[in-house]
């Protein structure tokens, strides 16, 4: 099990990319994480729904940034996103040349995982929460990465959940006000991203959307299959 979880994980690293929504007259951004999808239209950034309905809310003054090489896009055309209609995820068709600006490669979309999870499934995700430095000075963000591998807890027809506990492995290299290393804690920024199988070859099994704390150590995260996905990699007019 040794070499198919640090494949897993360094699966989710090679695949998961950073995601920021900002307004450019503030330039405080709003974290979260994405993937990149080689769909037969083009490369496309598949994050969680909210994260592009925040773009959207900011209209012209909205920013999103995509990468640690901070590729960023504005005045995003509507129709180049698909929302999921009953799902808390969605699609940005990006051209062939913004991929060396972001610095990432898109996943092959025949390795996205055909049938769902299933409970105690090994899986692994990697998402970048982050920490503001002295905004008095510079609207800079720390980013560190959220890594974690372990079973799929409950399983349903449109989600499934991992619960994030402390014999399970997880790290985090991001620093926080009052962080005890070693706890679970709502760090943000998880959204969006990408869940790896722990096979040979991991298979992409859905999308984090939303997490639920109820203790210091205690934390729910819930996510949409990876079948989601197929409906929103359609741009065909």
Not at 68 to 87: C, D, G, M, Q
Not at 145 to 160: A, H, I, L, N, S
Request: proline share 8%; glycine share 8%; hydrophobic share 40%.
């Amino acid at each position: 099990m040794e070499p198919l979880k640090q494949l897993a994980i360094a699966t989710a690293h090679r695949y998961s990319v950073i995601v920021s929504v900002f307004d450019a007259d503030e330039r405080i951004p709003e974290l979260a994480t994405g993937s990149l999808i080689a769909c037969a239209e083009g490369p496309v950034l598949v994050t969680a729904a909210h994260v592009l309905h925040r773009h959207l809310d900011l209209a012209t003054a909205g920013r999103l940034q995509i990468g640690a090489n901070r590729f960023t896009l504005h005045s995003l055309p509507e129709h180049l996103i698909h929302f999921s209609k009953t799902r808390d995820i969605a699609a940005v068709l990006l051209d062939e040349d913004d991929l060396p600006e972001i610095g990432k490669e898109p996943f092959p979309f025949p390795e996205i995982a055909a049938s769902g999870v299933e409970g105690n499934d090994l899986v692994a995700f990697v998402g970048y929460p982050g920490q503001w430095k002295d905004l008095s000075r510079s609207p800079t963000v720390s980013l560190g990465f959220y890594e974690f591998f372990g079973p799929v807890r409950t399983v349903e027809d449109d989600q499934f959940s991992i619960l994030v506990e402390p014999w399970y492995e997880f790290r985090t290299t991001t620093t926080r006000p009052n962080f005890v290393p070693g706890e679970a804690e709502a760090l943000g920024g998880l959204s969006g991203a990408p869940i790896f199988s722990a096979t040979r070859p991991p298979r992409l099994v859905g999308w984090i959307y939303e997490g639920s704390l109820w203790s210091p150590v205690d934390h729910k995260l819930y996510a949409v299959h990876a079948n989601a996905v197929t409906q929103l990699c359609s741009w065909a007019s």
